[in-house]
C-alpha cells in the first residue's frame, strides 16, 4: 500500500520560495512516476509537475514552468522548490502515485496518468 507524507507548506509572500518534499514507500508494481496537485478553494484539483522514477523525466503545467521545479533524491523523496510564488500558487498541494494502469486518469501539462494514491496534502499560502 503507497504511503505518502508531504512537509514544507507554509506563509509566503508572493515572489518568495517553498521547497514542497513528498516521501514515499510501499508503491504498487505499475507505479513509475510521481507527480505534485493543487486544489485552491473553490477550484478543481490540477496536475502541477511530475517526475519520472526511472529516467527523471518531467512533466509541469505551463502556469508553473519556469517557476517550479521538480526532482527526486536518491532514496524516496520527491521535492517540489517553488519559485516566485504568486497569490494564485495559493492552494493545498498533494503528493501522488502515478500507475500505468487504473481508471482514475489525472493529467500534468499534456500528459495523461494513472493515478493510484493521494498524499494528505500541505498547504501553500501567498499573500503579504
Known amino acids: 500500500q503507497v504511503k505518502m507524507v508531504e512537509s514544507g507548506g507554509g506563509l509566503v509572500q508572493p515572489g518568495g520560495s517553498l521547497r514542497l518534499s513528498c516521501e514515499f514507500s510501499?508503491?504498487?508494481?505499475?507505479?513509475?512516476?510521481m507527480g505534485w496537485f493543487r486544489q485552491a478553494p473553490g477550484k478543481e484539483r490540477e496536475g502541477v509537475s511530475g517526475?519520472?522514477?526511472?529516467?527523471?523525466?518531467t512533466y509541469s503545467a505551463d502556469s508553473v514552468k519556469g517557476r517550479f521545479t521538480i526532482s527526486r533524491d536518491v532514496k524516496n523523496t520527491v521535492y517540489l522548490q517553488m519559485t516566485d510564488l504568486k497569490t494564485e500558487d495559493t492552494a493545498m498541494y498533494y503528493c501522488?502515485?502515478?500507475?500505468?494502469?487504473?481508471?482514475?486518469?489525472?493529467?500534468?501539462?499534456?500528459?495523461?496518468?494513472?493515478?493510484?494514491?493521494w498524499g494528505q496534502g500541505t498547504l501553500v499560502t501567498v499573500s503579504s
Open positions: 501522488a502515485a502515478l500507475s500505468h494502469t487504473g481508471d482514475n486518469i489525472v493529467q500534468i501539462g499534456d500528459t495523461v496518468f494513472a493515478l493510484d494514491a
Open positions: 510501499g508503491l504498487g508494481y505499475y507505479d513509475y512516476a
Open positions: 517526475i519520472n522514477l526511472d529516467d527523471g523525466t
